[in-house]
């Protein structure tokens, strides 16, 4: 009597973790309680006027193999992020917060070593008696 053959599942190249990439050491970078006036909303009268948007960001980098020694330009610069994200969210009006979640997610991920982006987008004054409503996501790389 000969046993069955083992079924194995095909390895799914385009999700399988590069080997360098799963031992590499991260540190998350964050940004929290931005507040910026931006044109979006998909009703007339949001369409009339900025409202105020509350961002967070929590980003996962891999970090470089070369020491940090104490030099911004080996690290991810939150300042350059956020002058992103602020040009990002003031360039047009954007119907949905969903939206603009993606866009600062896309944004956020093209830079070098970020592995993943959780991208929380907040309209602030929507209702009187919810402090926000909104959005969070998480995309990687």
């Not at 000969?2 to 360098?20: C, Q």
């Not at 690290?75 to 969210?89: D, F, G, M, Q, S």
């Not at 979640?101 to 592995?115: F, H, N, S, T």
């Amino acid at each position: 009597m000969t046993a069955e053959p083992v079924k194995t599942r095909p390895v799914d190249t385009l999700h399988a973790p590069n080997a360098s990439e799963s031992i590499r050491p991260t540190r998350r970078v964050f940004i929290n309680d931005l507040v910026l006036e931006c044109l979006i909303g998909v009703y007339r009268h949001e369409r009339d006027g900025a409202q105020r948007v509350r961002i967070n960001l929590d980003l996962t980098v891999f970090e470089t193999p070369a020491p940090i020694d104490d030099k911004l330009s080996n690290v991810l610069c939150y300042e350059e992020v956020i002058i992103k994200v602020r040009n990002l969210a003031t360039a047009g009006h954007v119907n949905l917060v969903e939206t603009l979640a993606e866009l600062i997610a896309e944004m956020c991920l093209a830079e070098p070593d970020v592995k993943l982006a959780k991208v929380r987008v907040e309209k602030l004054d929507v209702f009187a008696d919810a402090a926000s409503v909104g959005v969070e996501i998480e995309r990687s790389n």
